[in-house]
Structure formats: structure tokens, C-alpha cells
């Protein structure tokens, strides 16, 4: 099966609706052969979408609709088509956006009524999920409120890990091989930390999050950790901040001398992320420990004390099945996190699961279905939501909280609601202005590479000063958003 798509500047919805349908159909850019295809076409005076797969063939042509974007009216009949041919009715319609909680926030603008219609009736989501959306737009909002409006929050990208999991795609190394790099890494870091501070004085900008992720920051070295640690407190003012997060996700690399550590420095949110709590998943999906290990990590974080942990699961993970994804959740369960994410195993191109061709478990339709009814009955809500292309069945992330723990960072990054000065190997910074405009400033994707154009990394991050000079009343000391 392949897509041919013909009178669009960009496919890009086009392309990404069909594999809603058909996982990793390949973009054909050329005529089409004779094999299975979806084919769309904008011409001027009708619109065409086809599927030909085996020996028939399925045609939709109409006018084109005055007022109603070209990609828009193609999405609609090709999502009809598609779901009429397959019999598939995906739980998101025929939304393919990472953030169709802020989707709907910006529809709910017009009215809940008029928003309920567009994303039922128009994209075709499932009430269920509808539901969901509504419920985690209205938990956020006063979260949202809340920030001051010139707040920023810190990303601190750690690279580095254990060893790499089969369905991971970052740009994390293992430390087997690259443990030489870890320390120039660090020292590099922290001088990148020291302009990224002086630069968000001078737009005058307020911290209000920091998270440091990965990668497993806790891969680090007790010495290595605390120098990082170090390098963070002596540049931003970790004492008045609304949260500090550190990602503790590997057991196999996590003990209490490091758990102990990040308290001692003021960390008031980590994540341990079992991914499941059966030794064979656990295996198959090559991580180095064991569902006792992660349960001893848990008990040191509390003995350390700890009181917000986030624990993340992945639905449809290799060996898994609905199952022992139950007696996982029931396992998290029992220890009473404050926060429970769920994802969506997402098959991406750079993992070894893809590379390797090796096989997910059970669906993730069933596990999701039957987790989210029990997360409530045990006082957890969603409070944050996002989807990824390539996840299985086209389903979602979701983190769950107890009320009064939702992790802010994650809030403000899925929304775009605040700037992130993202730092580090693959650290993307997002300026965020008044009225939704975004500029992006991105640092080399590797360590190497990284400290190799580690000056042309401080040159760009000049462009958040000019950023904030265009969307601040300079005549003002100090400054304020402009109108």
C-alpha cells in the first residue's frame, strides 16, 4: 500500500490521515503503479480521493467547496472513505495533531456547543474521547491562570543512559560507550546554563518549572549528578520556583545516595517509570532490571522523601498483554504514586523495535479501556494529554494525577502556554509570545556534536533576546508585553 497525493503544496495531513489507516503506508512521489494505493488530488475545478486495493477500486469526487481549504474538504473525503472501506472508527477521528487538547481549547473560543459539533461532527472524535479532552481542558485552566504572563520554564536535556530501550527513538547515548564524553558534557552544560540565565534576566523573564530530562539523568555518577545539580543552583534561583522536576525513570541506575541527592537539592518531583512490572516485558524490551528492582527504587525515593513521583506505563509493549498490563496497573496502584502516565506504544522510525521488525504485544485498546475507569476509582484525574504519529491503533498519552500534584511542566509544554529555554544535546527551545506566536531555537541533536558547535549554540541563543525585543514595549524599564 502505498499514497499518492497530487495538488497540495504540502500533503502533510493528507499523508499522516491515511496511516491512521494503514500504519506506515510509504509517501509515493512519483505516478502511481498498479499496486494498493490511497490516492488524493485538489484540481481546480473537482476534488478526488481513491483506495485500490486487491481487485476493486473505490472512488469520491466532488466540487471544490467555496471558503473551505483544499486539504481541509480532501481530509474529510478521504477520512470517509477510508473509514467506510476498513470498517475502522478511530477514537480521534480524523485529528492528526499532537495536541488536540489545545485543539479544542482554541474551538471552545466559539462556544461549548459550537466546539462539540467541530470535533464530533466535523473530525469525527469519539464522545469518549471528547470527554476526555473537555475534562482536561477544564483541570488545567486555572493552572494556566495562575502563570505569571512573562514565566518561562527550564528544560535540562541529560543524554545519556544505561542502555537503550527498544522503543525509544531519543538522542540518548549509553554510557558503555560514551562515558569519556559525560564530564566535557556537564562542564559545557553548565556554561550554557550560565548565558541562558543572563539572557532570561535581561528579557526579564520569570522562572517557573525546571525539568531535567533525557534520557536518565540519574545514569549519572553521584559526583556527576551533584556537579549538574550544582550548575543549577548557583545560575537560577531553584528556592522560588512552583516545581523542580528530575526524570529517575531507570531503576537499574537509581539508588538512594542519588535519590537523597536530588532532595537535598530541592527536587520536588521525580519520575520512576516502570514501563511494566513483568520481568519477561521487561526483557523483551531490553531494559537491565527487574519489577523488584523498580519497587526497591520506589520504597528509597519515599525513604529519601519524596512525596510527588510520577511512575509511566506503556500500553501495548512486546510480550505484554492485557493481562499482565492489569497486574501492572494494580502493582502502581498498590505503592500510591501521585502521578500515573500511560502511553501508547509509538513505533518510531529511529527505535530498535522498528529496526529490528520485532512485534508489539496486544492491543492497547482493551488496556487503556479498562485502566482509566480504575485510575479514577482510586483518585487519580487526567490532567494532561498528548499524541504522537506512529502510536498503535492512533490512541493517546495521558497523565493522571491526585488532585493537587499535576505536574506543571507537562501543563505548560503540551499547551504552549509559557516559553521553554530548552538546554543541551537535542534541547529545543520554544519562545512563546502573546497572541500564539512560536520561534523555535534548536542545539545540535548529539553530545558530540553538541560540544563540537557548542559557540554556534550560544550565538543562537542570542535570538531570545531579539525575540522579546519584538514583543516588549522596549520604552518601558523592565518592559511589558506590548499590545
Known sequence: MEILIKGLPSGYEIEHLARIFYPGIPLRKTAASRGALVYARAGKTRMAV???????????TASPQAG?????????????????????????????????????????????????TELL????????????????????????????????????????????????SF?????????????????????????????????????????????????LTPPQLRFLLQSVQKHFNTTIIKEYTVEAGRPDCTDYEKLALLKQFGVSRISINPQSMHNEVLAAI??????????????????????????????????????RFAKTLQTLLALAPENITIHTLTLKRASNMVIEQSASGSSPANM????????????????YLYRQKNTVENFENTGWAKPGTEGLYNIFIMEEAQTILALGAGASTKLVAPGG??????????PAEYLEGFNEILARKKGVEAFYAGNLDTQTPGGHWAD
Open 368 to 383: 487503556i479501556a479498562a485502566a482509566y475507569p480504575q485510575l479514577y476509582q482510586h483518585g487519580y484525574v487526567p490532567y
Open 68 to 116: 473551505v481549504p483544499a486539504k481541509q474538504q480532501l481530509s474529510g473525503m478521504l477520512y470517509t472513505l477510508l473509514q467506510a472501506q476498513t470498517g475502522q472508527k478511530p477514537p480521534w477521528g480524523m485529528l492528526t495533531g499532537v495536541r488536540p487538547v489545545n485543539f479544542l481549547r482554541h474551538a471552545l473560543q466559539h462556544g461549548n456547543a459550537a466546539a462539540q
Open 171 to 219: 538522542v540518548s547515548r549509553t554510557l558503555q560507550r560514551d562515558t569519556a564524553i559525560v564530564q566535557p558534557y556537564l562542564e559545557a552544560l553548565e556554561r550554557e546554563m550560565a548565558q541562558t540565565a543572563q539572557v532570561a534576566k535581561t528579557c526579564g523573564l520569570t522562572l517557573e518549572t525546571i525539568y531535567i530530562g533525557g534520557g536518565t539523568p540519574t545514569a
Open 437 to 446: 506566536r512560536i520561534q523555535r531555537v534548536y542545539n545540535y541533536k548529539y
Open 121 to 168: 461532527e466535523t473530525y469525527h472524535v469519539s464522545q469518549e474521547k471528547y470527554n476526555l479532552a473537555h475534562e482536561i481542558v477544564c483541570r488545567q485552566q486555572p493552572f494556566l491562570q495562575a502563570s505569571a504572563p512573562r514565566s518561562y520554564s527550564l528544560y535540562v536535556s541529560i543524554p545519556f543512559c544505561p542502555s537503550r530501550c527498544s522503543y525509544c
Open 286 to 323: 531490553g531494559r537491565g532490571h527487574t519489577a523488584a528492582d523498580i519497587v526497591r527504587c520506589f520504597e528509597d525515593a519515599r525513604r529519601a522523601g519524596h512525596q510527588n513521583i510520577n511512575m509511566d506505563l506503556i500500553a501495548g509493549l512486546p510480550k505484554d498483554t492485557e493481562q
Open 50 to 60: 481513491g483506495l485500490r486495493a486487491g481487485k476493486a477500486c473505490h472512488v469520491c
